[in-house]
């Protein structure tokens, strides 16, 4: 496994949002507004929520459902062993390049744009945000994951592949790199999730979960 230079996270001041989970919803939108700057977007992760922009709206999302793929669970079938032979394994060395193919307008549902792009560059940048990319026998980028780490709590945000079980090798990659003591949360379940491991939680288990997750030192760096 190829890892780039990361950086340690660099410490965020205190947002000047709140978000308190207590005046939430039962809904998964809970939010909507506010800005996508690094305090920000750390302070939502840190407490159950993440962006997603809708109708030119930046709304904040906490699933009420949530699938997350606990330690020791991922499930790597015989077939998926068998392709990840044929790819290895890199980490941050192409982090806006696997934000720009997850980003593809012709994906369908993408809802990447340009200023959720710049925002999770930045926290890249911040040392927040790491992308584990999967590449071919050429070295060619043929899938990856990217999304923001807090502690021993890693909330994936989209994944891509250009070649078969591509996407799913970045994600056994992303539990070997975050270790196994750490919760993957993918947001919401699909069937291809669900083959890997994934598993749904109700929010108010992962909300219980979270203070321990994201004030425990990050299995990233160990």
């Known amino acids: 496994m190829n890892t ?8 965020m001041p205190a947002s000047q949002w709140d978000f308190d989970p207590a005046g939430w919803p039962d809904d998964d939108c809970v939010a909507a507004g506010a800005d996508l700057r690094p305090p920000t977007l750390v302070a939502a992760y840190r407490h159950g929520a993440f962006p997603m922009p809708q109708g030119g709206r930046l709304l904040w999302w906490s699933p009420m459902r949530r699938a997350v ?10 077939s998926t062993r068998r392709s990840a032979r044929h790819f290895h394994i890199t980490v941050d060395t192409a982090f806006e390049q696997v934000i720009d193919a997850c980003a593809d307008p012709r994906r ?15 926290l890249h940048r911040l040392g927040w945000a790491h992308s584990v990319e999967t590449r ?15 502690g021993r709590l890693f909330c994936g945000e989209s994944m891509f592949h250009r070649a078969t079980d591509a996407s799913k090798v970045a994600l056994i990659g992303l539990v070997d790199v975050a270790g196994e003591d750490a919760l993957i949360d993918v947001q ?5 999730l669900a083959s890997l491991g994934v598993a749904e939680r109700p929010r108010s288990w992962y909300l219980s979960e979270l203070p321990t997750l994201v004030d425990s030192p990050s299995l990233w760096w160990t």
Do not use: F, K, Q
Request: hydrophobic share 45%; glycine share 12%; net charge negative.
């Open 136 to 150: 071919d026998a050429d070295g060619n980028l043929v899938g990856g994951v990217y999304g923001v780490e807090a």
């Open 188 to 192: 919401w379940m699909t069937p291809h």
């Open 108 to 122: 369908r549902g993408a809802w990447i744009d340009a200023d959720i792009r710049a925002a999770y560059v930045e």
């Open 4 to 11: 780039s230079r990361m950086a340690m996270p660099t410490p």
């Open 69 to 78: 793929l606990e330690p020791g669970a991922l499930h790597i079938s015989r």
